[in-house]
């Protein structure tokens, strides 16, 4: 019985990857579709789709462990995120080839990135916690990130 069960979920899990497999085929073709039809750079659908793939999960995550007031499990969610998504990206290229990022785009997201993580490391640091001012502080630096993202936007479409 055991072994019959072990066959069918590994059965889910095979079928599961392909539909994710073939899903991200379309996904992507269609992203192509849209960058190419409204003039946007295609990183920057990317970036929409990708932030929206990753954030989804951790937001239902974060959620439902300040509901049960289980705040370090949401914590535990960031920070093994963050510690995943870091040698994903950095294998990307090696199995895909280069890609193009445009200077402005690099410069201004690098920037907000340093800046950001160092009031993370500073915030998370002090009492082990992140209050909600220190919270709305990191909002604000994602804020940022989206209106210059949007002026990037705008640049391109008026180029």
């Not at 510690?83 to 920037?111: D, H, K, W, Y």
């Not at 993370?120 to 082990?128: L, N, W």
Request: neutral net charge; proline residues 3%.
């Amino acid at each position: 019985m055991d072994r019959r069960n072990t066959l069918w979920d590994a059965v889910k899990i095979l079928a599961g990857a392909a539909f994710i497999f073939i899903a991200g085929h379309y996904l992507v073709e269609q992203a192509v579709f849209f960058a190419d039809t409204l003039s946007v750079p295609r990183s920057l659908i990317g970036l929409i789709l990708l932030s929206i793939g990753t954030n989804v999960p951790e937001l239902a995550i974060a959620a439902r462990s300040i509901l049960k007031r289980h705040k370090e499990v949401a914590f535990g969610d960031y920070l093994g995120s963050t510690i995943t998504n870091v040698p994903i990206f950095a294998l990307l290229p090696l199995v895909n080839g280069a890609f193009v990022v445009e200077p402005s785009e690099f410069m201004t997201t690098a920037l907000l990135m340093v800046a950001g993580l160092g009031f993370f490391y500073v915030f998370a640091g002090s009492k082990d916690n992140i209050s909600r001012k220190e919270g709305l502080v990191l909002l604000g630096f994602y804020c940022i990130f989206l209106v210059l993202q949007f002026v990037n936007l705008a640049r391109f479409a008026t180029d």
